[in-house]
C-alpha cells in the first residue's frame, strides 16, 4: 500500500469572479520531498501556493494535508510556514525576537522556544547576530532569519516564494545550496516556487511545470530534460534554451519521421506522425555537433549555417548560426570564427519531434 503523501491536490482550481486564473492542479507531494513550482511570471506559483498554506481559498477541488482535507482548515492551524521573497521581518524587534514572535504567540514554554531559537541559529549560523536588528544585516543574513523564523515552527511542509530573488547571483548560489543542505538536514518536506528553472534543475527532487493556471509536466528535473512532454516544457526546461525548427512531415514509417525544414532540407526523428502533417523539430545547442564541412559525405541531419556570433567562455563556447537559427553549446573552445560557413549535425536520437499541438511524439 501507497503511504499517504503528505500533501495531496486534486483538480485545484481557483477564480476571481468570473477570471478563472488556475485550473485542474492534480499531484502528490512525498514527506522529505523537495519540490519546485516553476512557470513564466503570472502563471498561478504564488496562487497555489497560497492555497496550499491557506491564505487564498480554493475555488474547486480539493487539498489534503497527511489525508486530511485541508480546505477549510485556517491557515494557522495547517502547520505549514511560508517563507516570502521580501523577508517580512519585524524591523523593531531583533533577530531573536523575530524568530521567537511567532511561537510567543502560540503560547510555546520559554524554555522550549529558547531551545528551538538556538538549534535553527546554530543550523543557520546566525548565532553572533542574535541581537541585531533586520537592518544591521546583510540581504542573505536576512534571509536565513526569514528560513529560521519558519524553522522553529517546526512545520510539517516548508514553503517558499521566490525567497533568493532579492539577493546578488553569487549570494544567490551560496543561499541555494545551504537550502539543499538543509533539507536534507531537517528531512523535511519543501515546496520552493522559483522561475529561474536552473534553480528548478539544481535543487528538486520533482519540478511541477506550470503554465497560464495549469499543470503542463511533473516529474524528475532529468526525466523533464530528457523527455519533455511538450513544446511548452521543452523551451523552459534547459539553458540555453532548446532549439526548434518548423516544418511538414513527408514520410514517417518504422518508427521514424522525415521532415521536411524549408530552407534545411529532410531532417529525420524518431516518432510516427500522419504524411502532411505540420510537426516542429527541437534540439538542445548541447546535442547539436559542429564539423567542418566535409565533401561528399552523406551524414544524416546535416545543417548548413553561417556563423553569426560566437562567444568564448573558456570552458564552453556558444556558437549562433543564422538561417537556420541553430545556437550551438560546444564543450571547450571553438574554432569557428564570425562569418565561418558551419555544418551542424543533428543526431537523429537527439531530436525532440512534436506536433502540431506541440505534444511530444518521440518516445
Ligand atoms: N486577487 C486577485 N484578483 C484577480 N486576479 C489575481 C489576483 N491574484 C492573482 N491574480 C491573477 O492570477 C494569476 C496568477 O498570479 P500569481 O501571482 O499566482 O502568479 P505567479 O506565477 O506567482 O507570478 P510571478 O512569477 O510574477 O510571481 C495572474 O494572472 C494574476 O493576475
Ligand atoms: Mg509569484
Known sequence: MNPVPMLRLEGVGKSYGNATVMRGVTFDVAGGEFIVFVGPSGC??????????????????????????ANDIPAASRGLALVFQSYALYPHMTVRQNMAFGLENLRTPKAEIERR???????????????????????????????????????????????????DAELRVEMRAELADLHRRLAATMIYVTHDQVEAMTMADRIVVL?????????????????PRNRFVAGFIGSPRMNFLE???????????SIEVEGVGTLRARGTLPVGAAASLGIRPEHV???????????PNLVHGQ??????????????????????HIAGQTSVRFGDEVAASLPPDRLHLFDAEGQRVSP
Not at 157 to 163: C, K, M, R, T
Not at 247 to 257: A, I, L, M, N, P
Not at 291 to 299: F, R, V
Not at 312 to 321: C, E, K
Request: hydrophobic share 40%; proline share 4%; net charge positive.
Open 307 to 328: 556563423a553569426a556570433a560566437i562567444e568564448q567562455l573558456g570552458g564552453s563556447s556558444f556558437v549562433r548560426l543564422a538561417s537556420p537559427a541553430i545556437n550551438l
Open 117 to 167: 531559537v538556538a538549534e535553527a541559529a546554530r543550523m543557520l549560523r546566525l548565532e553572533s547576530l542574535l541581537a541585531r536588528r533586520p537592518t544591521q544585516l546583510s540581504g542573505g543574513q536576512r534571509q536565513r532569519v526569514a528560513i529560521g523564523r519558519a524553522i522553529v515552527r517546526e512545520p510539517r511542509i516548508f514553503l517558499f516564494d521566490e525567497p533568493l530573488s532579492n539577493l
Open 44 to 69: 498561478g506559483k504564488s496562487t497555489l501556493l497560497r492555497m496550499i498554506c491557506g491564505l487564498e481559498t480554493v475555488s474547486t477541488g480539493r487539498v489534503e494535508i497527511e489525508g486530511k482535507l
Open 289 to 299: 555537433e559542429a564539423g567542418p564541412i566535409e565533401s561528399g559525405e552523406a551524414t
Open 211 to 227: 503554465r497560464a493556471g495549469q499543470v503542463e509536466q511533473v516529474g524528475r528535473p532529468l526525466d523533464l530534460y530528457n523527455h
Open 247 to 257: 516544418g511538414r512531415v513527408v514520410e514517417s514509417q518504422g518508427g521514424w519521421t
